[in-house]
């Protein structure tokens, strides 16, 4: 395997919104359950607007529906994204988050604070790394399911060595 990479994440309020927004929409598809929501309520919405002129209050049903199918889902995301901007914005953006080290063993995690030591943070083998994403703008090594560390420097070289640590099945490539 190649030499090892260690790179210092400092983290920006860029990156860290591009990466909450990868998550909850590409990593957790969570914009499956908006969008089955308004199909549903739109599908109501035209069998209601089939009944304008045969029954009373098919159109008011109708605009109430689809109101109701477009409004949740976008109040939904507007909701989401503003907690993120606030969230940001409490965080002291941008500020060095942890130090990352691939190498043949694994990933070695330290965390801000504890760069500078000799014993990492969190160890992770590459067995036990659940998959890794590669995108423009960073690699995210997901360790678990739901936790994450983002690489945005030596992404090449990074993604080259996940290329030979894990396999086929957890590499996402996201830049096509």
Known sequence: ????????????????????????????KAWHRPL???????????????QVGQKDGAALL?????????????VYFWTFFH???????KMGLPRPFYRLELDAAGLSVWMAGEQN???????YTW?????????KEAVYIYVQ?????????????????LGSALPAASLHDCRK
């Not at 089955?36 to 089939?50: D, E, K, N, R, Y």
Request: proline share 3%; net charge neutral; with cysteine.
């Open 1 to 28: 395997m190649s030499q090892p990479i260690s790179v210092s994440v400092q983290m920006d309020a860029a990156s860290f919104h591009d990466f909450a927004a990868f998550d909850l929409l590409r990593h957790h």
């Open 36 to 50: 089955a929501f308004t199909a549903i309520l739109l599908v109501s919405a035209g069998v209601c607007l089939s």
């Open 62 to 74: 109708t605009v109430v529906l689809a109101v109701v199918a477009l409004g949740v889902p976008a």
């Open 83 to 89: 907690s993120l901007s606030l969230q940001i914005k």
């Open 117 to 123: 030591k000799t014993e990492p943070t969190n160890r």
């Open 127 to 135: 067995n036990t790394v659940y998959c890794a994403y590669r995108t």
């Open 145 to 161: 399911k739901n936790q994450a560390y983002l690489l945005n420097e030596s992404m090449d070289a990074a993604w080259s060595l």
